[in-house]
């Protein structure tokens, strides 16, 4: 039988929410050059790289194996917030459904907390709980941190 679960991680970090939410909404085709070490490619299939609803194409790397996650993504402009509902990729090897969840909730004028959420439905009870893709959502974020504090 499925299993449905659930998780979550906060990190602050020393960036403005607003700047860190507009790479997620309309400069994720620029995380190749951010984050080179873990994002591989986005490429655009559908729509337009700063709207709701446009499918994206993500090559990234994941515990040293290069997969692919193609979503579509909803934004939340007022809780500075992106989800990538999975359509297709590597993920469904092992899961039935798939959602990544960023939002970044800000702390002062350079600072946010970031919140990472996977929601995930299992294929069988032998899958393994995904923190390797949660651990991955987080250097993810730190290099969005970096390339941020850089440009500041």
Not at 66 to 93: A, H
Not at 133 to 140: P, R, T, W
Request: proline share 3%.
């Amino acid at each position: 039988m499925a299993e449905s679960g659930k998780l979550e991680v906060d990190l602050e970090i020393q960036a403005p929410a607003e700047k860190y939410y507009h790479i997620f909404k309309i400069q994720s085709h620029h995380l190749p050059n951010i984050a080179s070490n873990n994002v591989k490619g986005v490429d655009l299939h559908e729509g337009d790289w700063d709207k709701e609803g446009s499918i994206k194409t993500w090559k990234y790397t994941v515990e040293g194996r290069d997969e692919t996650y193609k979503e579509k993504i909803e934004v939340d402009d007022q809780k500075k917030s992106v989800t990538l509902v999975g359509l297709d990729g590597d993920v469904f090897k092992n899961y039935k459904n798939w959602k990544a969840t960023f939002q970044a909730t800000p702390e002062d004028e350079k600072s946010c907390v970031v919140k990472h959420i996977l929601q995930y439905e299992k294929l069988n009870e032998n899958v393994p709980e995904p923190h390797a893709y949660l651990d991955f959502m987080v250097k993810v974020t730190q290099d969005i941190a970096a390339h941020l504090v850089k440009q500041a």
